[in-house]
Structure formats: structure tokens, C-alpha cells
């Protein structure tokens, strides 16, 4: 696990302690208290130990704004120190022991520590380093680092072990600022850069993230640091009360990406690095990937991982306009926040809405504004969405070809995603069918739930693979999987005699027909949707509904444990979580089947 902290070695001697940051400052003082007095006593004449020391979050996850804000209150109570490698012990040095043996070493010092412990042991796993960082970035975590297992102990980076981060995130020197236009507020901006070939090159502006006292507190250090020019290596945007400063402070940013002509967006403040001299700041970039996994748990091979690409890491080409505008104002859900829910749910996502005909929910104005269902291109369209004629009534068809193309979406204010039941190059053969559980109001959830699991029996029985999601809202989606072959007739009838068969088996519990009056009290299976032209929402799109919830594919297990309809909201743990799990439609269309006849 990737720690969002202070890196830390503590020596041990006798009952003394030091901690010494990685430039081999003393910060014992800084952080004493428990984590001193829980090392002093540790059964051994001596050590010398590798960790890093953090504040954790409600979440569970540590956070670097937190450290900065305890260390700035002088408190203590709250520090933890994971220690994940031992270098001496007992006048031994281990350097040269393989990493595990170290870290046997380390735990066995340890012993066993109460749940409370300021003292942790930085366990680790021995699985692919892909898999490792998917999970690490739902949980929310900053990353992980990838070690051999059977590597020396080094100081400094090299071949034998990598860094994998979830957000682009890193160190930048500070060389000016702008100063708040409000009473109060201390700083607007500041103006950040990193070192190349001897010079301070601009990486742009940092406007979030500033605490009313941290930006207060960062002002008056700055303006202790004032300077009469410029010191980057070429000429930068100006500002209202532009002031320079000479560039010794370095600051932790978080953010989105790098633009063409390496200027940082999105850019959130996270905290002073005092342990990180500026003239080593230099613009950090992705390492290629260093091979695969070769050990699993349990094995006897030195496990060697790769650096990957984080879920949720997708770029795009499109830029949004007001990326902070919210869609959902009461969730606090942005065009920003929709655009990153695609980006984690893309790999997953992507089979079932490119290259197939789409209609679109809009809500340029959030979704307690107008909504539009728009099936045809408008004025202002983005290129990125893709447009081609219907050959049976030249009528437009709306498509997308990649990532591009849902940031697009994003941008146009999309909040549902809908899409027709086959490809654009197959347009009269369907490749799935849907049915659509809409209970009438009133009706309960449990009784929703047990018609879904109805619907998988009877499929069952006429050995049509099946799948279901939640709607995001009062039902659940059931869906076939077909080979395309059949025509939309075929299919369509195939559908509305499903749904007859299951009127007349429970005619209090189901109806196949749409009228209000013969829905009352019961659920309308809607076969309806797998005609031509009709549409359903897509596999992991938002619905523009109270909760900002997403439509999400689950397994039939998760039914049966009793899933609500609405389970999933965007960017919530829960959904994370539900994330982190294996993707139960991977297989979706290798499931399908040609739809017989009879």
C-alpha cells in the first residue's frame, strides 16, 4: 500500500529513539509522543526501521491534508507509523536479506500489537500488480508500491521495485502567488513549477485545496520568501497582485492531468513537503511497465509486478466547460464526478455502448432543471459523437466510437445513457433482450425481487444464459444475450409472448400491458423495449434520478441477498466496493445464443 505521509526511519538505541526524514532531518520532536515511547519499547538493543508516518481519515485512508493540519496544531494523538522494512537489528545488518525475510524479521519484532497500535506493520501481498492497483484505487487509496520479494534492501529507487499511484500526484516547487480578492481569504493561487536542465519550468496554477488558516499560514511564509522577479524560465500568465518568491517552498499537489505542453489540470493543494529539498523537484512521469506477476500467494518466486495504467485513469481529448458544475446539486455530483465515473467503469462499460445506436437523457442545467431526451444530432454537437443514417428512413442515428466519445456526452450535459439492442453494423439483427421489472407505486421491493428471480428460472428452463442489473430506480433489468441472427420481429414476439406467459401464470402479480389502469398493482414486465428503435439504459450509465445512482450490473447472488433497485450511487463506497469485485457481465456476449424458432 501506498502511503499518503511522511517517509520516516527510526533509529533505534537502547531506549533511544530518533526520527530522521529522508534528507536525514531530525523530526523526533515533531512526532514523539506514542510512536517514540511504542518503538523505545521494542525488545531489542537496536534497529534501525523504514516507514512512513500518517493521519488516517474517517475513511480509513490516510491523508496528507490531515498530517499537515495535526502537525501545524502541534498534536500528536493521532500519528500512526507503518513500518514496512528493517534494515539493522541487534548490531546485524539485514540490508543484504532478501525483502521478505526482512519483513519476517520486522513483524517478529513486533510481536503481536493491540488494534490501537501507533506502531503498524505494513503487511503486504503477493499478487499481480494490476490487480493490486484496481483495488487500491476504489478503496481510495493514493497507490501501491511494487517490491521483489527477493530483493536487498535500497535506499533510493531502482529496477527492483516501483511506485503505481491512483491520481497524478507529486511534488512542485512554489514560485509566486495571487493573492485572494476576498477579506480574509489569504491566497487565490499559487504558481508552481519543476526543475529541468538547471532551470524552474512552469507547470501552472493551484487554486483548490487551501484550508481559510492553511492559506493564511502559506501567505505569510511566502511573503517572508518575496522576490522582485521572475523565477521561472520563461514568461507565465499574470494576475491581479502577481507576487514572486523565491523557490525554496515545496508543496504536494494533486491533479487530473498534464496538458500538451506539460501544464498540470485540475490542480488541488494537498500540503507543504518540508522533508523534500526544491532543487530536487523535478515533473515525474509514468514508468514503462516492468514485466508481470510471477508469484502468487504462497509462492517461492521472487514476485516482480508491473507498473499499470489505474482503473479510472482514462484520458480523453475532450475538455469539459465548468467541469465543477454539479448535475446532481444535492449528491454534489459534477460534470467532473460523472466523467471520473466513466473513466473507472470504462473497461467494463465500453462492449455494451460503442459503435451501438444511442438516445440521451440531457440535463444541461442539472437534473432538478429541464431534461431533453434527444435522439439526433444538434447544433454544437462534439465530432466525438458519431452520426450515421438510418437506411429504412434516412432518420439520424446517434454512436459513439471510444472514451472520446462519452466525455463528450459528459460535457453535453448527458445524465442516462440509452442504447438500441444491437450494433450499428447490424442494425435489423438484435444481439440482446431486455426485460424491464416496473412495479406499479406501491408495490414492494421484495416482490420486485422474487419477479426477477421468476424470470431467471423460467430462462433457465429454456437454456437462455441470463444476466440482471439494477435499474437505478424502483426495478431490476433482466437480459438475454443473443447471437445475432433473428430479426427485431422475432425477437419483439419472442419478448411479448415471455411476458404473456407470465401474466397468465400470475395474473396478480404481473401484467404485459402498458396502460396505467391494468398496472395497478402489480408489475409490467416491458417487453416493449426490444423493438427497433427502442431503447433501454445502458449498463453502468447514471440515471437522472434523486441519488445520482447508477444502472449496475451485479450477479444473481446479490439478487437473492435481498440488492435494492437504487444500491449504487456514483462514487460512493458502496459502489466502489461493488467495483473492486470481479465484473460478473465480462462474458456477457459470450454467453449469447441464436433465438430458435417455435
Known amino acids: 500500500m501506498k502511503f499518503d505521509g511522511y517517509r520516516m526511519q527510526a533509529q533505534i538505541a537502547g531506549t533511544k529513539v530518533r526520527l530522521l526524514t529522508r534528507t536525514g532531518l531530525d523530526w523526533t520532536e515533531k512526532f514523539g509522543g506514542e510512536i517514540v515511547a511504542e518503538l523505545a519499547g ?15 481519515a474517517d475513511s480509513g485512508v490516510s491523508s496528507f491534508s490531515l498530517l499537515q493540519q495535526d502537525l501545524s496544531a502541534n498534536r500528536t494523538n493521532r500519528f500512526i507509523y507503518y513500518v514496512f522494512d528493517l534494515m539493522h537489528l541487534d548490531g546485524k545488518d539485514l540490508r543484504r536479506e532478501p525483502l ?45 508500491v511494487s517490491k521483489r520479494a527477493d530483493a536487498p534492501y535500497r535506499s533510493d529507487r531502482g529496477p527492483t521495485w516501483v511506485k503505481s499511484k491512483c491520481t497524478a500526484r507529486q511534488e512542485f516547487v512554489i514560485g509566486g502567488y495571487l493573492p485572494s480578492e476576498k477579506t480574509g481569504r489569504g491566497l487565490r493561487s499559487l504558481l508552481v513549477g519543476y526543475h529541468e536542465g538547471g532551470k524552474l519550468h512552469y507547470a501552472g496554477r493551484v487554486g483548490t485545496g487551501f484550508s481559510a488558516k492553511g492559506a493564511t499560514d502559506l501567505k505569510t511564509k511566502l511573503d517572508a520568501l518575496q522576490a522582485k522577479s521572475s523565477p521561472f524560465d520563461a514568461a507565465v500568465p499574470k494576475g491581479k497582485g502577481l507576487v514572486w518568491v523565491k523557490p525554496e517552498l515545496v508543496g504536494e499537489v494533486e491533479f487530473r ?60 481529448t475532450v475538455k469539459l466547460s465548468h467541469p465543477d458544475k454539479l448535475l446532481w446539486p444535492d449528491e454534489k455530483i459534477s460534470k467532473q464526478g460523472l466523467l471520473d465515473h466513466y473513466a473507472l467503469v470504462w473497461p467494463r462499460m465500453e462492449q455494451f455502448v460503442v459503435n451501438r445506436p444511442l438516445s440521451l437523457v440531457r440535463a444541461p442545467d ?17 465530432d466525438k459523437i458519431g452520426r450515421m443514417k438510418d437506411p429504412n428512413d434516412g432518420e439520424e442515428i446517434l454512436f459513439i466510437r471510444d472514451f ?85 420481429e422475432a425477437v419483439k414476439t419472442f419478448a411479448h409472448d415471455f411476458a404473456k406467459a407470465l401474466e397468465q401464470g400470475a395474473p396478480d402479480r404481473y401484467t404485459a400491458t402498458l396502460s396505467k389502469k391494468a398496472r395497478t398493482g402489480k408489475i409490467f414486465v416491458d417487453y416493449l423495449r426490444n ?16 441519488g445520482a445512482t447508477v444502472s449496475m450490473p451485479v450477479t444473481w447472488a446479490e439478487i437473492e441477498a435481498g440488492l435494492a433497485p437504487n444500491a449504487f450511487p456514483i462514487g460512493d463506497k458502496t459502489t466502489l466496493k461493488q467495483l473492486a469485485q470481479a465484473d460478473p457481465w465480462a462474458d456477457f456476449f459470450k454467453e449469447g445464443k441464436v433465438l430458435g424458432r417455435g
Open 257 to 316: 492531468s498534464w496538458t500538451s505542453d506539460r501544464i498540470i489540470r485540475h490542480a488541488s493543494f494537498q500540503g507543504l513537503r518540508e522533508d523534500k529539498p526544491a532543487e530536487e523537484v523535478v515533473q515525474e512521469k509514468p514508468k514503462a511497465s516492468t514485466g508481470k506477476s510471477t508469484a502468487g500467494r504462497g509462492s517461492a518466486k521472487p514476485a516482480s509486478v508491473s507498473a499499470a495504467q489505474p482503473a479510472g485513469s482514462m484520458t480523453t
Open 404 to 488: 472520446d466519445g462519452v466525455a463528450a456526452l459528459v460535457q453535453y450535459g448527458v445524465v442516462e445513457i440509452h442504447i438500441w439492442g444491437c450494433m450499428t453494423d447490424k442494425l435489423e439483427q438484435p444481439d440482446q433482450i431486455i426485460f424491464d421489472l416496473d412495479p406499479d407505486e406501491g408495490v414492494d421491493v421484495k416482490a420486485v425481487r422474487e419477479a426477477a428471480l421468476d424470470i431467471r428460472g423460467k430462462l433457465d428452463e429454456l437454456s437462455l444464459s441470463n444476466f440482471v442489473k439494477t435499474s437505478g430506480g424502483k426495478g431490476y433489468h433482466v437480459l438475454v444475450p443473443l447471437k445475432p441472427s433473428a430479426d427485431w
Open 531 to 546: 423493438g427497433r428503435g427502442s431503447t433501454t439504459v445502458a449498463p453502468y450509465s447514471s440515471r437522472a434520478k434523486k
Open 100 to 144: 521478505v525475510e526482512r519483513k519476517q524479521a520486522l513483524q517478529d519484532l513486533l510481536g503481536k500489537q493491540p488494534k490501537n497500535a501507533a506502531v503498524r506493520f505494513s503487511d503486504h501481498f503477493s499478487e499481480p500488480g494490476k490487480i493490486m492497483l484496481e483495488h487500491a484505487c476504489r478503496m481510495g487509496l493514493e497507490g501501491v
Open 42 to 56: 521494542l525488545k531489542c538493543s537496536d534497529a534501525i526501521i523504514d516507514g512512513e508516518i500518517v493521519v488516517l
Open 366 to 382: 442539472g437534473v432538478g432543471g429541464p431534461r431533453f431526451f434527444q435522439k439526433h444530432a444538434s447544433a454544437g454537437m462534439s
